[in-house]
Each structure stands twice: as C-alpha cells, then as structure tokens.
C-alpha cells in the first residue's frame, strides 16, 4: 500500500455516497470527477468506485435471487441434439423454432387438419364467455383483459382428445395426468387476450387452494385449430416475439418458478380479420386433480 493509499481510506460513508450517486443516475465519470475534486487520488478513487459497485450489485443480485421462488423441474421436449423432428409416438412434429431463454418451442404438424375440425365441432356446442382462474378466491372470473369465448374437456374425455393428449405427453416428456383438461377458446374480430403469466402468483390469497388440485403451473402448449385472415399472433413481449397462428401448429413454453423472471409475459394479440381458433394445454408439477 502506498502512503496516499494509506491517507485516503475508503470509509463506509464513501461506499455509501458512492452507491448513492450511481442510483441516482449519475455517470461512472460524473462520479470520479467529483471525487477528484475533493482530494482523492485517481488510482484510490478508481478502485474504491469498482470494489463498490462490484459489491453492490452482487448483494442486489443476492437478494433477488433469495426473493424469487425456487426452481422447478418442467417439461422439456428431446431438443439436445437440435432435431427436425420429433418423435411423438403417432405423429412426426417438426420443430419450427426454439428460444432457450425463455424456453420456447414452436412446433409444426402437431395435429391433422382432420383433428382440428374435430376439436372446433366438439367444442362449439359448450362456448361460453371465457374465464379466468381468480387468484384472490381460487375460483373462476370474468376477464375484462380476455375477451374469447371457450370451454374445457375434462380429460380423456373423448377419442381425438385422449390422442391429443397422449401426443403432447410424449412430445414436451411430462406425465399425462399432469396436464389440466384441454381447453378449446374461439376469438372473433377484435378480440384478444393481453399479455399475463400462465403461474398462479404466489402472493395472491387463493393460490393455495389453487395449488392443491397439481401444484403450479409448469408449462403451457397453445395449438392452433383455425387461422384468422389478419392478426391473432402470440406475442411475447419481454424477447419481442411473435407466433403466427398457423393452423396444426403450436407454441411451447415453460416457467421453473413463479416469477416475471422466467420472461414468459405472453399475450394473444386482436384477431383483425377472420376467427382464430386455438386448444390451450396446461402442465402442472403433479398429478391435476
């Protein structure tokens, strides 16, 4: 150490300025600058900024990560050695895209369009406004941010449905009876689904009760049944990604915790022209009840 060095100690009110300065928004240069001004050597207050800052930012990153919910196992489709293909037991479904942070597959030839227009036949009879899970009661809700309409199959509830599931089981390597019933959900001109996280939030006071019938949500599979003209993309706001909502497609994602730190902000944009018409696929931790 030398004799400046040994004059000029960095006290923790120094560290304390220091920190100061940088949250209120002033430059690494504004902030040397004015130390300079008072006294300090250039070679002390270079170090003292750097040791400062590298310190405070791994205490800040500390604290977020003790503050977020642990990790998760989730699903995750066989992409290690970057396939074309995947092998879904009745089915070859091409993978399309992949996004590793957040984890994203857009999938093609998920399903037939025989498939499809047997899903919209058997869902049109039972549309109904759609709802919501309300994660301050553990109950259902109107959404003024979702304005489709739907319905849900239990599970296995009928042939082309048991298949469906059996597939996508087989294709994203997650047990069947993990994944909520498929729900099937019709959007005209105008209407839309703004951007919101798939997992229940931890915080709100019904997500106990939610939590009992599977645990948290892991995974979510959107698949396309019917195209609009224009519009109707799933967009992802915190990469800038969008999903063209083509018909026997679909778009996977996953969330090992329930937190915006998964990026996995998704929304389904205003169908412009036409009808879209999706099935919604939701994986739990456990068995969904």
Known sequence: MTTTQARQQVTPDLRKWIVEQAEAGHSAESVLQAMLASGWT?????????ATLRGHLESKAAEQDQSQPQPVPVPEPALAESPLYIDAGDRQVCVLQTVSDPRIVVFGNLLSDEECDALIALAKPRLARSLTVATKTGGEEVNADRTSNGMFFQRGEHEVVRRLEQRIARLVNWPEENGEGLQILQYGPGAEYKPHYDYFDPVEPGTPTILKRGGQRVATLVMYLGEPTK???????????????????????????????????????????????????????????
């Not at 250039?42 to 750097?50: G, R, T």
């Open 231 to 289: 519009g109707g993309g799933t967009v992802f706001p915190d990469i800038h990604l969008e999903v063209a909502p083509k018909r026997g497609n679909g778009v996977f994602f996953s969330y090992d915790r329930a937190h915006p730190s998964t990026k996995t902000l998704h929304g389904g944009s205003p169908v412009l022209a036409g009808e879209k018409w999706i099935a919604t696929k939701w994986l739990r931790e456990r068995r969904f009840e």
């Open 42 to 50: 250039e070679d002390v207050a270079v170090e003292a900024m750097e």
